[in-house]
């Protein structure tokens, strides 16, 4: 299977603790996307990178979340001193610039509890 | 108010009926029109996708933009109790990279 990997699929954590994210996107997408969502809402977006140049950043994402993308490959996305408020599903996507640059394939996501 | 609106339902059809979803919205530089379908607990799953106004046909499902009055729908027709799923539409601007999504809307066929 070729699509978006997330890891873990489940983290269970304690309010204070730093928790990392990983994605491997979609082998020829050089397009990475991080987003948040909550229950009952859509996703909101975190963070672009085109290859490893994180390009664009959301209000929603505060000083203690960061991403990365090393080598233009595989992002990480950490969130540091963790909040119940940051409980939520992280939700990662690629795509392929160029004249259909704009679909955007979704992995599994990440489900964050912080208790 | 969201630049996105879609009400959420719960939307309940029997199997073999016409589903009609839809979103309007505010910003009229959004371009690129998407339908993202996602079972609980897991990644939204690209359906269908337009650039700009009019219709797009695939199999079952018919995604139609009209860019004068701010609205997109998605049309299912023959409706399968699979189709049981949150729909989500999401859109952007030519020069943005994020995409904007309504809340969704659930929908349950039955048998």
């Known amino acids: 299977d070729t699509g978006v990997s997330q890891d873990p699929r489940h983290k269970i954590t304690k309010r204070g603790q730093n928790v990392t994210f990983r994605c491997d996107p979609i082998s020829e997408h050089n397009r990475l996307y991080w987003y948040r969502q909550t229950l009952g809402q859509g996703p909101e977006f975190l963070t672009y990178?085109?290859?490893?140049?994180?390009?664009?950043k959301s209000r929603l994402l505060s000083d203690r979340f960061s991403a990365e993308r090393p080598k233009g490959s595989f992002s990480t996305l950490e969130i540091q001193r963790t909040e119940q408020g940051d409980s939520a599903m992280y939700l990662c996507?690629?795509?392929?610039?160029?004249?259909?640059?704009?679909?955007?394939?979704f992995g599994p996501g990440t489900r964050l509890t912080v208790t | 108010q969201k630049e996105v609106e879609q009400d959420p339902g719960p939307l309940s059809v029997p199997e073999g009926a016409i589903v009609s979803l839809n979103c309007t919205y505010s910003n009229s530089a959004f371009q690129y029109f998407m339908w993202y379908r996602q079972y609980s607990r897991k990644g939204p799953e690209l359906l269908m996708y337009t650039y700009s106004s009019g219709n797009k046909e695939d199999g079952r499902f018919t995604a139609q933009v009209d860019k004068s009055s701010k609205y997109i729908s998605l049309f299912i027709r023959d409706s399968q109790p699979s189709d049981s799923a949150t729909y989500l539409c999401?859109?952007?601007?030519?020069?943005?990279?994020?995409?904007?999504f309504g809340k969704g809307t659930s929908l349950l066929v039955t048998p």
């Open positions: 990178f085109q290859n490893e140049a994180q390009l664009e």
């Open positions: 996507a690629s795509s392929l610039e160029g004249a259909r640059g704009y679909e955007q394939y």
């Open positions: 999401a859109m952007r601007t030519d020069s943005g990279y994020a995409l904007n």
